[in-house]
């Protein structure tokens, strides 16, 4: 046993944040806020990189990596908050002509709920009588679809669980990088005469989230290489609690400037409850893992 | 990222696993927990077996992952845990091991291997607690001896351990962390006097330790002088490491004991503690993942856990508290009769987010450590 990364499995990591860095920094983030539009240019490079061809076998054009290296690529997605409906294009890159490569736009619909409805080529589900919401994110515009909630019960395998693992790898992302931001203002930001990263209030609101997110971080690992059902479930659960409870810890840590629009706090926030309510949302979680005791 | 024991591994669990099926039903009944003589011959009994059996040093001497596949099968087998044993094997044994002579590992070691010397551990007093290193107790050099005097609180098996780890102030000029020394002192030296503390469990897990002149051999200091307080940072990083992972495997049986209760009681009907029970399940499952993260990076960089210890127990202590408070949401009124295990448990958890460091210690140490936030309070 060595549930640690795998050189080549570090070197990935790198070369996705590295490749975010470059296609999707902080003035790309706040120009699709005020957009609000996808960047099909962005699309196509992500696809380029083979960000949705990553676990198609070589000879079907894709990178032939698995489930471990894709909850890598979408914790990295997830630090950023890069935009778009990135799991349900990555799930249909084998099955969708140009979904692999980023020409296509694929979205789907899960409890009761489709993002980027108007901005995607091909919709999966039944979307009919979709009405269109003023999504709380301004970076995952949002259709409610009367009736259509997830299943009672979790599916033995499948897409579903599939798309669970990898919106908890991109919370755990999140809730990563609020952890950092929240460190990084409690280092500079200076009250009574020193920087608040001294005072054990602030401290131990930092330690609180660095445990959070490690947790979910190894439970997202071990479910991508286990891929057992129970265990995908329970890690949505715990993914969504670290990124949710993070963002909220790192909005408080910034006090007055973290209830603003320009900090990236809300952004995280907001985010992190869209994800929270897709694919395996925290009730039907909670009865899932129940289920097996 | 690979989750698959290696087949040297395995082999090593198989043995283990005929052995444990072989050797627990020959064992004498379990004590009295209220008696303390009695608790230290069984424990003794079952290290002596362990050692015989060649696994009386998986806690030093095996690789992390073994030491990981021997605390999990012997918890899923429902063997004995280290009990007396644990300052000796899991303390003042890894301390020795890594920082005494060559004499003084042959003097103290085997005895603790075989299960033939207890230890108990002297570090907190009356007023170091959390703040350790402003401890009192004193020790002023007479010759070959230190004579030292103070007082010591929270010691475990101390009625009936042989040896103490006994942390003391050789040079009370010096910094607070530059002037402790590390001791091993005989528990029957002239000058020592053992007072039992009463747990709000109502069991004596513990005692305060009066010490008045009591005159130790120089040769029984571990470390130099003065350098005490990093040669007691090695011994805390073993506690911190791989210490709960009976523990978690014994967390995750008894959510399926609670489940089986729940069932039977009806109380399973209620979706608000089934799915209480259906987050703490996903909860301990992770923290299991933890371990093996920390086990796994133990192993690659040389044995000594890290800060990683800290993360995993600030979590675990809290989930724990939590686990045995919905064991009594499913016990009802029955919660209260002390003759449930389940109460008695409840009541042993409150200590677990004090003791090996509180949690608001543990904090300070994940952000300091490796947040790098500044120190301060």
Same mark, same amino acid.
């Given at each position: 046993?060595?549930f640690?990364l795998?050189e080549?499995q570090?070197?990935l /990591?790198?070369?996705?944040?590295?490749?975010?860095?470059?296609?999707f920094?902080? !003035?790309?983030?706040?120009?699709?806020v &005020?957009?609000g539009?996808?960047?099909?240019?962005?699309w196509r !490079?992500?696809?380029?990189?083979?960000?949705?061809?990553?676990?198609?076998?070589?000879?079907?054009? +894709?990178?032939?990596?698995g489930l471990?290296?894709?909850?890598? =690529?979408f !914790?990295?997605?997830?630090?950023?908050?890069?935009?778009?409906?990135l799991?349900?294009?990555?799930?249909?890159a084998?099955?969708?002509?140009?979904a692999?490569e980023?020409?296509?736009?694929?979205?789907s619909?899960?409890?009761g709920?489709v993002p *980027? =409805?108007?901005?995607? &080529?091909?919709?999966? +589900?039944?979307?009919s009588?979709a009405?269109?919401?003023?999504s709380? &994110?301004?970076?995952?515009?949002?259709?409610?679809?009367?009736g259509l909630?997830?299943?009672a019960?979790?599916?033995?395998?499948?897409?579903?669980l599939?798309?669970a693992?990898?919106?908890?790898a991109?919370?755990? +992302?999140s809730?990563?990088?609020t952890?950092?931001m929240?460190?990084a203002?409690? /280092?500079?930001?200076t009250?009574?005469?020193?920087?608040? +990263?001294g005072?054990?209030a602030?401290?131990?609101?930092?330690?609180?989230?660095?445990?959070?997110a490690?947790?979910a971080?190894?439970?997202?690992?071990?479910?991508?290489?286990?891929?057992?059902?129970?265990e995908?479930?329970?890690?949505?659960?715990?993914?969504?609690?670290?990124?949710?409870?993070?963002a909220?810890d790192?909005?408080q840590?910034h006090?007055?400037?973290?209830?603003? *629009?320009?900090?990236?706090v809300?952004l995280?926030?907001?985010?992190?409850w869209?994800?929270?309510e897709? *694919?395996?949302?925290?009730? /039907?979680?909670? !009865?899932?893992?129940?289920?097996r005791? | 990222?690979?989750?698959?024991?290696s087949?040297?591994?395995?082999?090593?669990?198989?043995?283990l696993r005929?052995?444990?099926a072989?050797?627990?039903?020959?064992l004498?009944?379990?004590?009295d927990?209220?008696? @303390?003589?009695?608790?230290?011959?069984y424990d003794c009994?079952?290290?002596?077996?362990l050692?015989?059996?060649?696994y009386?040093?998986?806690?030093?001497?095996?690789s992390p992952?073994?030491?990981? %596949?021997?605390?999990?099968?012997t918890?899923?087998a429902?063997?004995?845990?280290?009990g007396?044993?644990?300052?000796?094997?899991?303390h $003042?044994?890894?301390?020795?091991?890594?920082e005494?002579t060559a004499?003084?590992?042959e003097?103290?070691?085997?005895?603790?291997?075989?299960?033939?010397?207890?230890?108990?551990?002297g570090f907190?007093?009356?007023?170091?607690? #959390?703040?350790?290193?402003?401890?009192?107790?004193?020790?002023?050099r007479?010759g070959?001896?230190?004579v030292?005097s103070?007082?010591?609180?929270?010691?475990?098996?101390?009625?009936?351990?042989?040896?103490c780890?006994l942390?003391v102030r050789?040079?009370?000029?010096a910094?607070?962390h530059?002037?402790?020394?590390?001791l091993?002192?005989?528990?029957?030296?002239?000058?020592?006097?053992v007072?039992?503390?009463r747990?709000?469990?109502? #069991?004596?897990?513990?005692?305060?330790m009066?010490l008045d002149?009591?005159?130790?051999?120089?040769?029984?200091?571990?470390?130099?002088?003065?350098d005490?307080?990093?040669v007691?940072?090695?011994?805390l #990083?073993?506690?911190?490491?791989?210490a709960?992972?009976?523990?978690?495997?014994?967390?995750?049986?008894?959510?399926?004991?609670?489940?089986? $209760?729940?069932?039977?009681?009806?109380? @399973?009907?209620?979706?608000?503690l089934?799915?209480?029970?259906?987050?703490?399940s996903?909860?301990?499952?992770?923290?299991?993942?933890?371990?093996? $993260?920390?086990?796994s990076?133990?192993?690659?960089?040389?044995?000594v856990?890290?800060?990683?210890?800290?993360?995993?127990?600030?979590?675990?202590?809290?989930?724990?508290?939590?686990?045995?408070?919905?064991?009594?949401?499913?016990?009802?009124?029955d919660?209260l009769d002390?003759?449930?295990?389940?109460?008695?448990?409840?009541? #042993?958890?409150l200590?677990?987010?004090?003791?090996?460091?509180?949690s608001q %210690?543990?904090r300070?140490?994940?952000a300091e450590?490796i947040?790098?936030?500044?120190?301060?309070?």
């Open positions: 046993m060595d640690r795998t080549d570090r070197a /990591r790198k070369g996705v944040r590295e490749l975010l860095a470059r296609l920094d902080r !003035e790309a983030l706040r120009a699709a &005020d957009s539009g996808l960047d099909r240019e962005l !490079e992500l696809g380029a990189a083979g960000f949705f061809a990553l676990r198609l076998p070589e000879e079907e054009g +894709g990178v032939g990596l471990p290296e894709a909850v890598l =690529l !914790e990295e997605a997830g630090r950023v908050l890069l935009p778009g409906p799991v349900a294009t990555h799930m249909a084998g099955s969708l002509r140009g692999a980023g020409e296509v736009v694929v979205t619909a899960s409890e709920l *980027w =409805l108007d901005e995607a &080529d091909v919709v999966l +589900g039944d979307v009588g009405v269109p919401m003023r709380v &994110d301004p970076l995952t515009p949002l259709h409610r679809v009367p909630v997830g299943p019960e979790v599916p033995a395998a499948g897409d579903g599939v798309a693992l990898l919106t908890a991109e919370q755990v +992302g809730a990563g990088r952890t950092d929240a460190v203002y409690a /280092r500079e930001r009250q009574f005469g020193q920087v608040i +990263g005072f054990q602030v401290k131990h609101l930092c330690a609180g989230m660095l445990v959070r490690e947790l971080r190894a439970a997202v690992r071990a479910a991508a290489v286990t891929a057992d059902p129970v995908i479930a329970g890690t949505k659960l715990l993914a969504d609690e670290a990124a949710t409870a993070n909220r790192c909005l840590v006090g007055g400037m973290g209830f603003t *629009w320009e900090a990236d809300h995280h926030l907001k985010r992190a869209v994800r929270a897709l *694919w395996l949302p925290a009730a /039907r979680a909670e !009865e899932v893992v129940a289920a005791l | 990222m690979d989750l698959a024991y087949a040297e591994e395995e082999e090593f669990r198989a043995r005929a052995w444990l072989a050797v627990l039903p020959t004498p009944p379990r004590p927990p209220l008696d @303390w003589p009695a608790r230290r011959a009994g079952w290290q002596r077996r050692h015989d059996a060649g009386a040093d998986v806690h030093w001497d095996a992952t073994q030491r990981l %596949i021997f605390l999990e099968e918890e899923l429902g063997a004995p845990y280290v007396a044993n644990f300052v000796g094997l899991l $003042a044994g890894p301390t020795i091991a890594a005494g004499a003084q590992r003097r103290w070691l085997p005895p603790v291997l075989r299960g033939d010397e207890v230890w108990c551990q907190s007093e009356p007023e170091a607690g #959390s703040d350790l290193a402003s401890l009192r107790t004193k020790a002023v007479d070959d001896e230190y030292v103070g007082q010591k609180i929270w010691t475990s098996h101390a009625e009936v351990a042989d040896w780890e942390l050789t040079d009370p000029t910094p607070k530059r002037g402790i020394s590390w091993a002192m005989p528990m029957d030296a002239p000058g020592v006097t007072r039992p503390l747990t709000l469990a109502g #069991s004596t897990e513990f005692a305060e009066f002149e009591v005159r130790i051999p120089v040769g029984n200091r571990v470390g130099d002088e003065n005490g307080w990093r007691t940072m090695v011994t #990083s073993f506690e911190r490491g791989t709960f992972v009976g523990e978690v495997v014994a967390c995750r049986r008894l959510l399926g004991e609670l489940a089986r $209760a729940a069932r039977e009681n009806g109380t @399973w009907d209620d979706p608000v089934r799915r209480r029970l259906g987050r703490l996903a909860e301990f499952q992770a923290l299991w993942r933890l371990t093996q $993260a920390n086990v990076e133990a192993q690659a960089t040389g044995g856990p890290g800060a990683g210890g800290s993360v995993f127990k600030l979590h675990y202590s809290h989930a724990r508290q939590e686990l045995y408070e919905a064991a009594a949401t499913v016990l009802g009124p919660a002390l003759g449930r295990d389940w109460t008695l448990d409840r009541l #042993s958890s200590s677990y987010t004090i003791a090996a460091g509180t %210690i543990q300070n140490i994940v450590r947040l790098g936030l500044p120190k301060g309070r």
